[in-house]
């Protein structure tokens, strides 16, 4: 029963290179959200999203960040340019169901994007 | 809007003593709260998480919390610490915010373990 999966682990980009996240839920789940953890900080809300529906991007920076979880295939989270504060930890969650306070999301253990 | 706060950034105990990690939270209506533990270089594991009930919660690896309401808190405890406890501990909240679901988090609180 594998639990979320992210790739790559660990990723290196130059300034003004795209970087892309990859995220699988778990079986069964058709909810995703984007976190992201900046160093000696908390995790962030960045997207939610279902399957072909963006459903909350409040947390998503207006500019260079966008994601999808198409029909089929994983969830991506897509930067463009990046710059060195883009540099952190990207997790991804997904729960069976989005709507319900209560519900838990499961976490992935996370993509490392370091930008040089 | 909602927050959660953990005053503690670093906590050292020493291993075999008692842990209590502090969280607090503001939110208008029943709180859905949980812990994390994020070991350096990993993802998060939920330890435990409260939704209703009985205030006391018991999770995995020996860890509790207890809710309580009138101090707006869930604070994280454990009576005896081991040296693989030594992580970072997130308390997060779960809000409806614009209709969708999602977590908010405090900013953690490193545990530090002395041998």
């Known amino acids: 029963n594998a639990g979320v999966m992210q790739n790559p682990r660990h990723l290196v980009r130059r300034r003004g290179q795209e970087a892309r996240l990859r995220c699988s839920p778990m079986?069964?789940?058709?909810?995703v959200y984007w976190y992201r953890q900046l160093p000696e900080e908390g995790l962030k809300f960045m997207v939610y999203?279902?399957?072909?529906?963006?459903?909350?991007e409040s947390g998503m920076p207006k500019e260079r960040f966008s994601a999808e979880f198409p029909k089929e295939g994983p969830s991506i989270l897509r930067i463009q340019q990046v710059v060195r504060g883009d540099s952190a930890a990207y997790f991804c969650?997904?729960?069976?169901?989005?709507?319900?306070?209560?519900?838990?999301?499961?976490f992935g253990e996370g993509s490392w994007l370091t930008v040089v | 809007a909602q927050s959660v706060t953990q005053p503690d950034i670093h906590i050292t105990v020493s291993e075999g003593a008692s842990l209590e990690l502090r969280c607090n939270y503001s939110?208008?209506?029943?709180?859905?709260l949980f812990w994390y533990v994020q070991s350096p270089g990993q993802g998060l594991q939920l330890l435990l998480k409260?939704?209703?009930?009985?205030?006391l919660v018991q999770g995995i690896k020996g860890f509790e919390a207890e809710f309580k309401r009138s101090q707006s808190s869930f604070n994280l405890r454990k009576p005896s610490v081991h040296w693989s406890d030594a992580a970072e501990y997130f308390c997060?909240?779960?809000?409806?915010?614009?209709?969708?679901?999602?977590?908010?988090f405090g900013t953690g609180t490193r545990l530090k373990v002395l041998a």
């Open positions: 969650a997904s729960s069976p169901s989005g709507q319900g306070a209560g519900n838990t999301i499961y």
């Open positions: 997060a909240v779960g809000e409806i915010s614009s209709g969708t679901y999602k977590y908010i």
């Open positions: 079986k069964g789940h058709s909810h």
């Open positions: 939110y208008g209506a029943t709180p859905y």
């Open positions: 999203l279902q399957k072909e529906n963006i459903i909350d």
């Open positions: 409260y939704f209703s009930g009985d205030t």
